[in-house]
T-cell receptor, first 115, second 114 residues
Framework: DQQVKQNSPSLSVQEGRISILNCDYT??????FLWYKKYPAEGPTFLIS?????DKNEDGRFTVFLNKSAKHLSLHIVPSQPGDSAVYFC??????????????FGQGTILTVHP | DTEVTQTPKHLVMGMTNKKSLKCEQH?????MYWYKQKAKKPPELMFV???????INESVPSRFSPECPNSSLLNLHLHALQPEDSALYLC?????????????FGEGSRLTVL
């Protein structure tokens, strides 16, 4: 049972354009969502997060949008840069209590930004 | 210091060997985690320690034995592993279990079981 899904295994974007990575979840108990970036042979690096009380969070070139009714979130990267090429993981958790820290990850989306 | 340091980076072991993976953080975080990641798969949680006590064990086989000697250190003792246990083992830490905030991951220890 895959509770967090990233249906696009890969995405290719031209430098300077917008990258949009999508993530869907099925568990309505999730109330905290994170995006991680991973380069080969490295651990995941935290990018940005959003709590379920918000529908948008922005940090520089990265913006995460949350649509709770659709159980969908997306990561927008504007403008995209070649250094953004990596695997992007969406993750979800239940904030608070003994379940926190149990991040459930999506399958990942490989983003390639072409110069 | 915003790093989680894992050693060794690579480990090859036989099925009868006993080895350990080590993880260290000096960010004052009180929660530490072990995740396992197989090729082309997302990371999967194995264990969570909160304030040096085991908080979550995701039904991991007993051939994996975690240990948290203090709030900065986390070990994963390995014994009688199987070839299918070959994977990238990721350590992570966070301010505290139950507090909103991101997990900081180490670079991982790539384990190969022959």
């Amino acid at each position: 049972d895959q509770q967090v899904k990233q249906n696009s295994p890969s995405l290719s974007v031209q430098e300077g354009r917008i990258s949009i990575l999508n993530c869907d979840y099925t568990n309505s108990m999730f109330d905290y969502f994170l995006w991680y970036k991973k380069y080969p042979a490295e651990g995941p690096t935290f990018l940005i997060s959003i709590s379920s009380i918000k529908d948008k969070n922005e940090d520089g070139r990265f913006t995460v949008f949350l649509n709770k009714s659709a159980k969908h979130l997306s990561l927008h990267i504007v403008p995209s840069q070649p250094g953004d090429s990596a695997v992007y993981f969406c993750a979800a958790s239940v904030a608070g209590g003994t379940s926190y820290g149990k991040l459930t990850f999506g399958q990942g989306t490989i983003l390639t930004v072409h110069p | 210091d915003t790093e989680v340091t894992q050693t060794p980076k690579h480990l090859v072991m036989g099925m009868t060997n006993k080895k350990s993976l080590k993880c260290e953080q000096h960010m004052g975080h009180r929660a530490m985690y072990w995740y396992k990641q197989k090729a082309k798969k997302p990371p999967e949680l194995m264990f969570v320690y909160s304030y040096e006590k085991l908080s979550i064990n995701e039904s991991v086989p007993s051939r994996f034995s975690p240990e948290c000697p203090n709030s900065s250190l986390l070990n994963l003792h390995l014994h009688a592993l199987q070839p299918e246990d070959s994977a990238l083992y990721l350590c992570a830490s966070s301010l505290g279990q139950g507090e909103a905030g991101e997990l900081f991951f180490g670079e991982g220890s790539r384990l190969t079981v022959l």
